[in-house]
């Protein structure tokens, strides 16, 4: 490789050029060039190549120090991390997919807790009430979107910049700066609607929105085009250099990352080196931080193998030596389409830009001749450019360093924007509450459909059940067969015209064989039949019961052949059949001169004290069909709320904005209520007023303890969806839970069927006592001054408040 040497005017000529092309699309011709123009030039064209007692005087805005974490005891994600990021700079981190950067990051956030040592962010320890880190001391950008796709761009931005308590105005200013910062489309045009490359500059803007005095972002330029992805480094630059902006950047564009102040490579877990790029480059003797990274993973591979040695000469089992690449998994990242104009210098030696120094456009100092200075710079032919020689003198770059130190005390607080947040650390700050709610609302706003189904499924369900349960069967077929003779066959017609004929049907047949077949083969439910002497035979029981035999009794019995594989048809004609038959004697014996109350039950039946005699079926479940299915229904919607945030990245995003676990709670049963409210009134509208139901006591009390256990259902599906880690495993767990608890809680059947154990262990199902409760209500006309009514509210209100309370905790712990 050819080799050239040149003179610091010649190469301040050159960056001077290169300056302008980049900046400004075309050559300044400046009268004058000083040192400090120099100095100011070469930060913008290429990284000052950095003393490492300089670096000793800068401010940490990071430390970590012997910083470990796992999953799995047996297979650490970081082991011993210790890395400093000074405030006011840029710092790269730089390492494989799965080598534990996103995990580092989530610890400096405060989302996520080390097993060993220490953190400190602004010299306080992230996730404390004394940090402002997670909040609006921080900007986060996930390496996944993590952006509401219903959201317009400046919904996306505004509801960030309520998130961290920033004025509608500032919001407003912000966000026309980014859009032309960033090149954004038109701030009404859907996230969805966007191309990859456009929605990862949105998620950009959100970081940046509040100015937070650190950034961190996980691979932000991906996808992003080159002359945009300058502008974003020229603007990361610019925020640290005037307002003390740290910003913490993994990047697999690998000499992007020479445009930092400083980097970390990182390989399973390990910190592999820290220091500036361009001393990097100058150890060891590399063109690219790519071929560093190399080295770097060669050295431990070597060592790595040494160990291997050293421990198989211990054991005294010589095998062969393995290459270095099967030791450690070591993948330089490349990227074929690398930042060149600000990592690469072309020296061109053209007879214009002499003729600019020639004529008298730019002047170079005097002083600064090849005698007195002796800083250099080695080219090669190709145009890739590092420092392998002398560093840029200290005295040089002094005034910068005072500068660079007077910036950082005035930028010394953790918030360094132009407005105070407020306290990160209330549990509950109503305003973002407010912004959280306003999110629910353009999410659902957005998709009509889900509010049209939340609502609609509760009332076609009622709607269905009160279709099916609110009307008894009706000309169910039974066959009758008659071998009496016609003339002397009153008593069988009499007792035939007895039968209600809306309920049953008859299907008259010549025998008893044919009868039964119909049966069998389901045209008929039941068989009655008449035996051929049976009106002479009856009546003789009534006239002349001294003389009555055996025989006559048999001859005058109604035979009744049911079909029992069909419950509610067999109870159902057998008590049409009794009724009849009731009816049946009565005429017999007023037609035979008797009192027809001489033939009633002994068992005389009294009012009611509750209820009344005509009850239905349908109304003894009615209420407690509702109380489940509204239950469910609710349990079933909060189920899937914070899990799919969890999913989407929606939640850990906004939990580094600052939003704690009782906010998003509360703000989902908040917004919530709404359509549980609805689905109540439109379940009792359809029960007592287009299917008649009766009610002796107030619908206001039934539907007040309906809607607090529809409550409780959404609480139960709010908590499900924090422990759940999927919106598969959430489903299920709704299905498993509400099944037991409708089969236990004497919806379909009494509780009193069961063991006196199992009943009292029923008691505890979070339905059964507000279903008994409005039992009581709707049939005996109490009130909720009642104590057995009281019960089932104050249940209802005991669930809610201990299972919301679980949620809490365990939203908390396992965030």
Same mark, same amino acid.
């Given at each position: 490789?050819?080799?050239?040497?040149?003179?610091?005017?010649?190469?301040?000529?050159?960056?001077?050029?290169?300056?302008?092309?980049?900046?400004?699309?075309?050559?300044?011709?400046?009268?004058?060039?000083?040192?400090?123009?120099?100095?100011?030039?070469?930060?913008?064209?290429?990284?000052?190549?950095?003393?490492? !007692?300089? %670096?000793?005087?800068?401010?940490?805005?990071?430390?970590?120090?012997?910083?470990?974490?796992?999953?799995?005891?047996?297979?650490?994600?970081?082991?011993?991390?210790?890395?400093?990021? &000074?405030?006011?700079?840029?710092?790269?981190?730089?390492?494989?997919?799965?080598?534990?950067?996103?995990?580092?990051?989530?610890?400096?956030?405060?989302?996520?807790?080390?097993?060993?040592?220490?953190?400190?962010?602004?010299?306080?320890?992230?996730?404390?009430?004394?940090?402002?880190? &997670?909040?609006?001391?921080?900007?986060?950008?996930? *390496?996944?979107?993590?952006?509401?796709?219903?959201?317009?761009?400046?919904?996306?931005?505004?509801?960030?910049?309520?998130?961290?308590?920033?004025?509608?105005?500032?919001?407003?200013?912000?966000?026309?700066?980014?859009?032309?910062?960033?090149?954004?489309?038109?701030?009404?045009?859907?996230?969805?609607?966007?191309?990859?490359? *456009? *929605?990862?500059?949105?998620?950009?803007?959100?970081?940046?929105?509040?100015?937070?005095?650190?950034?961190?972002?996980?691979?932000?330029?991906?996808?992003?085009?080159?002359?945009?992805?300058?502008?974003?480094?020229?603007?990361?630059?610019?925020?640290?250099?005037?307002?003390?902006?740290?910003?913490?950047?993994?990047?697999?564009?690998?000499?992007?990352?020479?445009?930092?102040?400083?980097?970390?490579?990182?390989? !399973?877990?390990?910190?592999?080196? %820290?220091?500036?790029?361009?001393?990097?480059?100058?150890?060891?003797?590399?063109?690219?931080?790519?071929?560093?990274?190399?080295?770097?993973?060669?050295?431990?591979?070597?060592?790595?193998?040494?160990?291997?040695?050293?421990?198989?000469?211990?054991?005294?089992?010589?095998?062969?030596?393995?290459?270095?690449?099967?030791?450690?998994?070591?993948?330089?990242?490349? %990227?074929?389409?690398?930042?060149?104009?600000?990592?690469?210098?072309?020296?061109?030696?053209?007879?214009?830009?002499?003729? @600019?120094?020639?004529?008298?456009?730019?002047?170079?100092?005097?002083?600064?001749?090849?005698?007195?200075?002796?800083?250099?710079?080695?080219?090669?032919?190709?145009?890739?450019?590092?420092?392998?020689?002398?560093?840029?003198?200290?005295?040089?770059?002094?005034?910068?360093?005072?500068?660079?130190?007077?910036? *950082?005390?005035?930028?010394?607080?953790?918030?360094?924007?132009?407005?105070? +947040?407020?306290?990160?650390?209330?549990?509950?700050?109503?305003?973002?509450?407010?912004?959280?709610?306003?999110?629910?609302?353009?999410?659902?706003?957005?998709?009509?459909?889900?509010?049209?189904?939340?609502?609609?499924?509760?009332?076609?369900?009622?709607?269905?059940?009160?279709?099916? #349960?609110?009307?008894?069967?009706?000309?169910?077929?039974?066959?009758?067969?008659?071998?009496?003779?016609?003339?002397?066959?009153? !008593?069988?017609?009499?007792?035939?015209?007895?039968?209600?004929?809306?309920?049953?049907?008859?299907? &008259?047949?010549?025998?008893?064989?044919?009868?039964?077949?119909?049966?069998?083969?389901?045209?008929?439910?039941?068989?009655?039949?008449?035996? +051929?002497?049976?009106?002479?035979?009856?009546?003789?029981?009534?006239?002349?019961?001294?003389?009555?035999?055996?025989?006559?009794?048999?001859?005058?019995?109604?035979? #009744?052949?049911?079909?029992?594989?069909?419950?509610?048809?067999?109870?159902?004609?057998?008590?049409?059949?009794?009724?009849?038959?009731?009816?049946?004697?009565?005429?017999?014996?007023?037609?035979?001169?008797?009192?027809?109350?001489?033939?009633?039950?002994?068992?005389?039946?009294?009012?009611?004290?509750?209820?009344?005699?005509?009850?239905?079926?349908?109304?003894?479940?009615?209420?407690?069909?509702?109380? +489940?299915?509204?239950?469910?229904?609710?349990?079933?919607?909060?189920?899937? !709320?914070?899990?799919?945030?969890?999913?989407?990245?929606?939640?850990?995003?906004?939990?580094?904005?600052?939003?704690?676990?009782?906010?998003?709670?509360?703000?989902?049963?908040?917004?919530?209520?709404?359509?549980?409210?609805?689905?109540?009134?439109?379940?009792?509208?359809?029960?007592?007023?287009?299917?008649?139901?009766?009610?002796?006591?107030?619908?206001?009390?039934?539907?007040?303890?309906?809607?607090?256990?529809?409550?409780?259902?959404?609480? #139960?599906?709010?908590?499900?969806?924090?422990?759940? &880690?999927?919106?598969?495993?959430?489903?299920?767990?709704?299905?498993?839970?509400?099944?037991?608890?409708?089969?236990?809680?004497?919806?379909?059947?009494?509780?009193?069927?069961?063991?006196?154990?199992?009943?009292?262990?029923?008691?505890?199902?979070?339905?059964?006592?507000?279903?008994?409760?409005?039992?009581?209500?709707?049939?005996?006309?109490?009130?909720?001054?009642?104590?057995?009514? @009281?019960?089932?509210?104050?249940?209802?209100?005991?669930?809610?408040?201990?299972?919301?309370?679980?949620?809490?905790?365990?939203?908390?712990? #396992?965030?």
């Amino acid at each position: 490789m050819h080799l050239k040497m040149f003179s610091t005017k010649k190469y301040s000529r050159y960056l001077e050029d290169q300056f302008d092309r980049q900046y400004y699309g075309a050559r300044l011709k400046l009268k004058k060039f000083d040192t400090d123009e120099f100095q100011s030039l070469h930060s913008k064209i290429y990284p000052p190549f950095i003393d490492s !007692s300089q %670096e000793a005087h800068l401010v940490s805005c990071v430390e970590v120090r012997d910083l470990s974490f796992h999953y799995n005891p047996f297979n650490p994600i970081l082991k011993s991390i210790t890395i400093d990021v &000074p405030r006011g700079k840029i710092y790269a981190l730089l390492g494989a997919s799965g080598c534990g950067k996103t995990t580092l990051l989530r610890m400096i956030l405060g989302t996520l807790k080390p097993m060993s040592g220490t953190i400190k962010v602004f010299n306080e320890t992230p996730g404390t009430k004394e940090s402002n880190v &997670p909040g609006s001391g921080v900007g986060y950008m996930p *390496q996944d979107l993590a952006l509401f796709m219903s959201f317009t761009v400046k919904e996306t931005l505004t509801f960030y910049g309520h998130l961290y308590g920033m004025p509608i105005d500032m919001i407003n200013y912000r966000i026309d700066h980014l859009v032309d910062l960033l090149n954004l489309p038109k701030k009404n045009r859907l996230v969805s609607q966007l191309s990859g490359g *456009q *929605q990862r500059r949105v998620s950009l803007a959100v970081t940046m929105i509040h100015m937070p005095p650190l950034l961190i972002l996980d691979e932000p330029t991906v996808g992003v085009d080159s002359l945009l992805r300058l502008r974003i480094w020229n603007y990361l630059e610019d925020i640290c250099r005037d307002r003390g902006t740290t910003v913490i950047i993994t990047t697999h564009y690998t000499e992007e990352a020479r445009n930092s102040f400083r980097v970390g490579f990182i390989d !399973s877990g390990v910190v592999l080196a %820290e220091d500036n790029p361009q001393r990097l480059l100058y150890k060891y003797n590399c063109d690219s931080l790519e071929d560093v990274f190399l080295e770097l993973c060669l050295e431990k591979a070597k060592s790595n193998n040494i160990e291997i040695e050293n421990e198989e000469k211990k054991n005294s089992n010589q095998i062969d030596g393995q290459e270095i690449n099967n030791t450690i998994n070591c993948k330089p990242i490349k %990227e074929k389409n690398q930042l060149k104009l600000q990592n690469q210098i072309i020296i061109e030696e053209d007879t214009d830009r002499d003729d @600019l120094v020639n004529n008298g456009d730019i002047k170079s100092d005097p002083n600064n001749n090849n005698n007195n200075n002796t800083d250099r710079c080695q080219i090669d032919d190709d145009g890739d450019q590092y420092s392998k020689s002398k560093k840029l003198s200290i005295e040089k770059i002094d005034d910068l360093e005072s500068k660079l130190k007077l910036k *950082q005390q005035q930028f010394s607080s953790p918030i360094s924007m132009g407005f105070r +947040a407020a306290n990160n650390h209330h549990y509950l700050n109503t305003r973002r509450i407010t912004a959280l709610l306003e999110k629910n609302f353009i999410l659902f706003k957005r998709n009509p459909s889900s509010i049209i189904l939340l609502n609609l499924i509760p009332v076609l369900q009622m709607t269905l059940f009160c279709i099916t #349960f609110n009307r008894n069967p009706e000309n169910i077929p039974i066959a009758v067969v008659n071998d009496e003779n016609r003339t002397h066959s009153l !008593s069988n017609k009499l007792f035939i015209e007895n039968i209600d004929s809306k309920a049953l049907k008859i299907k &008259p047949y010549s025998n008893v064989e044919d009868a039964i077949k119909s049966v069998q083969t389901l045209h008929t439910h039941s068989v009655l039949t008449f035996q +051929a002497n049976f009106s002479r035979n009856f009546r003789r029981r009534f006239l002349k019961p001294e003389s009555v035999t055996d025989k006559v009794i048999e001859s005058s019995k109604i035979g #009744f052949y049911p079909d029992t594989t069909h419950a509610v048809f067999h109870l159902y004609i057998y008590q049409h059949i009794l009724e009849a038959f009731e009816r049946f004697i009565k005429a017999i014996g007023v037609s035979m001169g008797y009192n027809p109350k001489y033939f009633g039950s002994p068992v005389d039946l009294m009012e009611p004290i509750y209820g009344r005699m005509d009850l239905k079926y349908f109304e003894f479940v009615a209420p407690g069909m509702i109380i +489940a299915l509204v239950h469910g229904m609710s349990m079933l919607m909060g189920s899937f !709320s914070v899990v799919s945030e969890r999913h989407s990245g929606y939640l850990e995003r906004g939990m580094v904005a600052g939003i704690k676990a009782s906010e998003i709670l509360l703000s989902h049963l908040i917004f919530f209520i709404v359509p549980v409210f609805t689905q109540v009134v439109l379940c009792l509208f359809l029960t007592f007023y287009i299917f008649g139901n009766h009610s002796v006591g107030s619908l206001w009390e039934i539907f007040f303890i309906t809607f607090i256990t529809s409550v409780q259902g959404l609480v #139960f599906g709010l908590t499900l969806s924090v422990i759940c &880690p999927t919106e598969l495993a959430s489903l299920l767990a709704v299905f498993i839970l509400e099944a037991p608890f409708i089969f236990t809680s004497g919806v379909l059947w009494p509780l009193s069927s069961l063991p006196e154990s199992v009943q009292k262990a029923c008691l505890w199902n979070p339905i059964t006592l507000p279903i008994q409760s409005t039992h009581y209500i709707m049939f005996r006309g109490w009130t909720l001054a009642n104590i057995q009514v @009281l019960f089932g509210l104050g249940t209802c209100l005991a669930y809610i408040s201990i299972v919301l309370s679980i949620g809490f905790i365990t939203f908390e712990i #396992f965030k």
